[in-house]
T-cell receptor, first 109, second 114 residues
Framework: TQLLEQSPQFLSIQEGENLTVYCNSS?????LQWYRQEPGEGPVLLVT?????EVKKLKRLTFQFGDARKDSSLHITAAQPGDTGLYLC?????????FGPGTRLSVLP | NAGVTQTPKFQVLKTGQSMTLQCAQD?????MSWYRQDPGMGLRLIHY???????DQGEVPNGYNVSRSTTEDFPLRLLSAAPSQTSVYFC?????????????FGSGTQLSVL
């Protein structure tokens, strides 16, 4: 049983479409992070959210932390082929970050 | 700017062989960790260290040993490799053990155990 669940597992969309991916848990986290991973590379941090209800924007990406600090969403506006990759959420638990299984996004030109 | 360096990039072992995966960081980070990544499972924590001389177990520690004799290096040892240890291994570091710290990852080691 994983502490963090992500949905959908796979997503394939056309360039220009909008999308939202979700990260859910029954546990409360003091912070939650989103990473993007490309083939053959390690994950790279996109954002950290720490306050319940917090919304952060990074260009076309909008991140939201749930009020109860148990879930988060990532919304991408007007997706581009460069957004293709594996999106991982990670919650701070104890002294470490626990990762979800990821959403694999493919944006077709 | 090297960051986190992992070697080797690829490795094939036979069941029962031993090997060490190397990880080094040049950012003077206190925290270092090892994860394994399997399809559909995300990253699972194997071992971690909050400073030189201090190590602790993560979620999936069985079959792996670590040591942290210096701040820079955090090697992962497989004592007797098993096919279940076929995976991609990532080393990560961060300045401190805090909830708002960024994890810096190496580029991974792809290990196959036959």
């Amino acid at each position: 049983t994983q502490l963090l669940e992500q949905s959908p597992q796979f997503l394939s969309i056309q360039e220009g479409e909008n999308l939202t991916v979700y990260c859910n848990s029954s546990s409360v986290f003091s912070s939650l992070q989103w990473y993007r991973q490309e083939p053959g590379e390690g994950p790279v941090l996109l954002v950290t959210v720490v306050t319940g209800g917090e919304v952060k924007k990074l260009k076309r990406l909008t991140f939201q932390f749930g009020d109860a600090r148990k879930d988060s969403s990532l919304h991408i506006t007007a997706a581009q082929p460069g957004d293709t990759g594996l999106y991982l959420c990670a919650g701070y638990y104890g002294q470490n970050f626990v990762f979800g299984p990821g959403t694999r996004l493919s944006v077709l030109p | 700017n090297a960051g986190v360096t992992q070697t080797p990039k690829f490795q094939v072992l036979k069941t029962g062989q031993s090997m060490t995966l190397q990880c080094a960081q040049d950012m003077n980070h206190e925290y270092m960790s090892w994860y394994r990544q399997d399809p559909g499972m995300g990253l699972r924590l194997i071992h971690y260290s909050v400073g030189a001389g201090i190590t602790d177990q993560g979620e999936v520690p069985n079959g792996y040993n670590v040591s942290r004799s210096t701040t820079e290096d955090f090697p992962l040892r497989l004592l007797s490799a098993a096919p279940s240890q076929t995976s991609v291994y990532f080393c990560a570091s961060s300045p401190r053990t805090q909830s708002n710290e960024k994890l810096f990852f190496g580029s991974g080691t792809q290990l196959s155990v036959l």
